[in-house]
């Protein structure tokens, strides 16, 4: 047993000591805009000094080198809607599987898990000086505690099936964690059917803005109805953190 104990602690760890950045609510608030917006966040709270750090995210991606790049693989299924939030800043559904379940994210060999998705409206990253009408942030982390996080570009279209599930019983106002019985959500139903991606080093978009993310941004949209969209923003008409400083950073293109 005392052998298989240094083997088995990175994953107990990982499962216990879940960056705050991915799961849990904020010691100090702040907002998108205002005395507590953007512009101060480093300066609210001790823990928000990484919001004028070198790396930080959302990006305008201008250019980008192409590269061969990994494949990203995704290992997701269906299952129950257990803990969709309203956190006061966008709408979230949060994963509590135990390290070796749940959902999963393998880029070059290792793996990540899904540990919560949400959404933006307007997208948080701009192509060529454009956002997009909205973003999915799927974020992962993987048993070392490195992130990853995918951005899903949205476009208005056609009707998902898998945010309709989650607008159906969306909370209108700041909530806990609520879980929705007999309701089964498949978050593959928010990805593209093409993976080609860009790839960057950032941050958390939001408080307390932890550097070194991996970001993978989808080059292809998915779509949501005109009336999912407007849903969404009737509650979040702005929850978009204003584009950062490249700082000399590469951003690579898989071919």
């Not at 106002?173 to 080093?201: F, H, N, W």
Request: charged fraction near 20%.
């Amino acid at each position: 047993m005392r052998k298989a104990w240094p083997t088995c602690l990175p994953l107990i760890l990982a499962a216990i000591l879940v960056p705050a950045m991915l799961r849990s609510q904020w010691r100090t608030p702040w907002s998108y805009q205002g005395a507590d917006g953007p512009d101060h966040w480093a300066s609210l709270d001790p823990e928000y000094a990484a919001c004028n750090g070198k790396e930080q995210s959302p990006i305008d991606i201008q250019s980008a080198q192409k590269a061969d790049l990994p494949a990203l693989r995704f290992e997701y299924h269906s299952g129950p809607l257990q803990y969709l939030i309203n956190n006061g800043y966008t709408i979230r559904v949060n994963y509590h599987d135990a390290p070796g379940s749940g959902n999963f994210l393998t880029v070059d060999g290792k793996r990540y898990q899904l540990t919560q998705f949400h959404f933006h409206h307007p997208s948080e990253e701009y192509i060529h000086g454009k956002p997009s009408d909205m973003v999915a942030h799927l974020m992962h982390q993987a048993a070392d505690g490195t992130v990853a996080g995918v951005a899903v570009l949205i476009r208005t279209g056609s009707a998902n099936p898998t945010v309709e599930r989650i607008w159906a019983h969306m909370p209108t106002a700041k909530s806990g964690e609520e879980q929705i019985p007999g309701v089964s959500v498949d978050p593959a139903g928010l990805l593209p059917r093409y993976l080609a991606y860009l790839t960057y080093r950032g941050s958390i978009t939001a408080p307390p803005c932890t550097e070194g993310v991996t970001w993978f941004v989808l080059k292809t949209p998915v779509e949501l109805s005109a009336d999912e969209i407007r849903a969404f923003a009737a509650l979040y008409p702005h929850d978009v953190r204003p584009i950062q400083p490249l700082n000399g950073r590469i951003v690579e293109e898989s071919r």
